[in-house]
Structure formats: C-alpha cells, structure tokens
C-alpha cells in the first residue's frame, strides 16, 4: 500500500524568504500524481501544485515549485518570496487509480504547519 | 466553472442523534465523490467515494454511511453518532487526477 510521509510538523520562514517543506512516498507503481495541498485557518484544502510521476520537468505555479525525486520517492515543496498569506497547514497526497473502478484515491501525509513572520 | 458547496457550516450534535451532511457540486456533470474526514491535527482520511449514481464504495468500515441520490449529491449520514465522529467532514469531487475540496463541516459530537 502506498504511504505518504511527511517528516516535519513545523517549519517558520521570514517573510520574502525562501522555505522548503518535504515529503516523501512508498509506492510500487510507476506512474502516478502528486500534489501539494494549502489548509488555511478556513479549513478548505486548495490545491497549490501537480506533478505527473512520468514527467522529469519540476512543475511550477508561480512562486511555487517543486522538487521531484522519483528514484528517492522525495516531493518536496519550495515557496519563494514568502508571504504572511501562505501561513498554512500543507498537505503532500499521492493519487492511487483503479482502473477497474475508475475511482482515484488520495493519500494525504499528516501536514506540515508553515508560519510566516513579518 | 465548477463550485461545490457543503452545508451545514458547523454542527453540534448529542451523543446517539442522527446525522445528515450534504455535499452538491454545480457546473459539472458525472463526477467522482468523495467523504474525507480530518480529525483535530491530523491528516485526511477517504470514507467514502462514489463513481455514480447510487454507486458507492466504503474505505473504513465505521458508524457512517454515504448516498447518493443524484448525480451531483453525495449525503454522509448516521443513524447514531458516536463520540469519535467528532471531526472536520469534507467532500470533494474530481473528473480527472485532480480533486477539489468544498469548504467542509466541523462536527462535534457532545
């Protein structure tokens, strides 16, 4: 079974800094999705970044990017010019499809809290 | 565009009471759904999730059960909530890899 792990509960970044949030992955199969998720104090979960396992490139969306490592099953998420408005709980999840369903699942990690300070 | 919309908000429930949580999507048609449910500090984990009309598929065998009487309405319900379904409720819908989360119900069950 797949598990995603995400080894850090906590991280701060200064504003206009630069932080890195990791997550790693256990999986058997080949291709797959990944995704970082944002938890705001709202509680609704937005989705920041995508990246298809088949796929080499490093995916981008603005001041998010981030770091595939498909041999170390290593998706780590790295967020520039950091702003007051990205303190978050994240979420790294890897997407599971069953064909024969036509279903896909998330695995969420268990979050990582991002402070941000002026 | 596609919204999708949850209600109620927040809900406070006795011990044994019944419970009905509702999740519609607009804009879209034949989606996937899914139950997630978060407890406080902690990850997501799927309960339900549904390919179609009154097609439904259990995760974690629990106190909760799913319909879906339409094609863009997925219910989570109970007939007797317990202590330990206290907890933030959310649903979302995908048509392809990417799932997109309504605004979820914090439930509390007292």
């Known amino acids: 079974a797949q598990t995603v792990t995400q080894s850090q509960p906590e991280m701060s970044v200064q504003e206009a800094e630069t932080v890195t949030l990791s997550c790693t992955y256990d999986?058997?199969?080949?291709?797959?999705?990944l995704f970082w998720y944002k938890q705001p104090p709202s509680r609704q979960m937005i989705l920041v970044i995508r990246?298809?396992?088949?796929?080499?490139q490093n995916a981008t969306e603005n001041r998010f990017s981030v770091n595939f490592q498909k041999a170390a099953k290593s998706f780590s998420l790295k967020i520039s010019d950091s702003q007051l408005g990205d303190a978050a709980m994240y979420f790294c999840?890897?997407?599971?499809?069953?064909?024969?369903?036509?279903?896909?699942?998330?695995?969420f990690g268990t979050g990582t809290r991002l402070q941000v300070f002026p | 565009s596609q919204t999708i919309h949850q209600w109620p908000a927040t809900l406070v429930q006795p011990v044994g009471s019944p419970l009905s949580l509702e999740c519609t999507v607009e804009?879209?048609?034949?989606?996937?759904l899914y139950w997630y449910r978060q407890a406080a500090g902690r990850g997501l984990q799927l309960l339900f999730y549904?390919?179609?009309?009154?097609?439904i598929s259990s995760e974690v065998p629990q106190n909760l059960s799913a319909s879906r009487p339409q094609d863009r309405q997925f219910i989570l319900s109970s007939k007797k909530l317990l202590l330990s379904d206290s907890g933030f409720y959310l649903c979302?819908?995908?048509?392809?890899?990417?799932?997109?989360f309504g605004p979820g119900t914090r439930l509390t069950v007292t």
């Open positions: 979302a819908w995908s048509q392809s890899y990417e799932q997109y």
């Open positions: 804009g879209t048609s034949n989606p996937n």
């Open positions: 990246q298809e396992a088949y796929k080499q």
């Open positions: 999840a890897y997407r599971t499809f069953n064909p024969h369903y036509n279903t896909d699942k998330l695995i």
């Open positions: 549904s390919i179609g009309i009154d097609q």
């Open positions: 999986t058997s199969e080949s291709d797959y999705y």
